[in-house]
């Protein structure tokens, strides 16, 4: 299994150039026993009128999931949120400018529960778990963590399990109001999903601050959040950007893993041990292509994805 998915990888790498081809009809294409074999050379046979050879059929990006999506082989998804939101939604700092939504062949999509920031909701979130239930896809959900503003902590400082008269207490009990408002959205749109992951990374016009404690006692609260209103967690990150939010805090959860504007292939080398952001199980690693963001499962992760995604 394992050499079947890393010559998809490698077969997809030479082929991502090309995924937005036009459609055309399914029963155009060669059926596989009329296709020649390699080297194999073969006599044109006489037609009455010469056509166009026919377009391909399919996202190029099918062609990793074909046959392999069985016992640990990768499962192609994606995840979305505002910024794939009709042009002009959402706050000042983060307008939506109407990205690509996932490829036909994603078998899954994580949908993202903010505008960017804590108590900041998609301004689509709706419309697109709609969209997820309407083309028949698994789905889970995302939110951002961010450091929480002055007035936030003046409103959530003394509303959580933590001690809000200390100075950490306060920002994991502002953390936790952040899950709570996320879970009151995502319930609010019909988004049901067996594990919400906590995406931990700098977040531009609004900046964590230069205390990694504090912003762990944040993230710390944020987790915790989700975990009392009956949600298992994970957190979205890569080593560096969890060292540089919140230093060495250690949750011990399952980890989706984002390798940049790579490829397939080094998206699904983030599933290995060189790759732990904070001690947990590797579940997906994501890399963006062609302005949208790609997901693989790891080995392992597809022999369950309901522990993972919910299907309606």
């Given at each position: ?15 991502c ?5 036009p ?35 399919r ?58 920031p ?19 896809a ?10 929480p ?33 996320n ?23 609004f ?15 944020v ?5 009392d ?14 060292d ?11 980890e ?26 590797a579940?997906?690693g ?10 693989l ?16």
């Amino acid at each position: 299994m394992r050499r079947v998915v890393v010559a998809a990888v490698l077969l997809l790498a030479t082929a991502c150039s090309t995924t937005d081809a036009p459609s055309t009809d399914p029963a155009s294409a060669p059926a596989p026993s009329e296709r020649a074999a390699p080297g194999e050379v073969t006599t044109p046979q006489p037609t009455e009128a010469a056509t166009p050879p026919p377009s391909p059929t399919r996202d190029p990006l099918a062609d990793l999931v074909e046959g392999i999506e069985v016992e640990d082989g990768p499962v192609l998804g994606a995840d979305i949120s505002w910024p794939q939101c009709p042009p002009g939604l959402g706050i000042p700092q983060k307008r939506s400018s109407g990205q690509p939504l996932p490829v036909d062949e994603a078998r899954y999509v994580v949908v993202g529960l903010t505008n960017g920031p804590g108590f900041y909701p998609n301004p689509c979130l709706a419309d697109q778990v709609a969209y997820v239930r309407q083309r028949g896809a698994m789905i889970a959900a995302y939110a951002v963590a961010s450091y929480p503003e002055p007035g936030r902590i003046e409103q959530h400082g003394q509303d959580g399990p933590y001690d809000g008269a200390t100075r950490l207490g306060a920002l994991a009990n502002t953390g936790y109001q952040q899950a709570a408002f996320n879970v009151a959205s995502m319930r609010a749109a019909g988004l049901q999903t067996p594990v919400v992951w906590v995406d931990v990374e700098p977040v531009p016009d609004f900046a964590w601050s230069s205390d990694l404690e504090a912003n762990a006692a944040v993230v710390a609260g944020v987790a915790r959040g989700y975990e009392d209103a009956g949600y298992r967690i994970g957190v979205y990150s890569t080593p560096l950007l969890w060292d540089g939010v919140v230093g060495d805090l250690e949750l011990g959860v399952p980890e989706w893993r984002a390798a940049g504007q790579t490829s397939a292939e080094e998206a699904l080398s983030r599933c290995g041990d060189d790759w732990v952001i904070q001690g947990g199980e590797a579940v997906m690693g994501q890399w963006v292509q062609d302005d949208r963001d790609m997901n693989l499962t790891c080995p392992g992760i597809s022999a369950d994805l309901s522990a993972w995604f919910h299907r309606y």
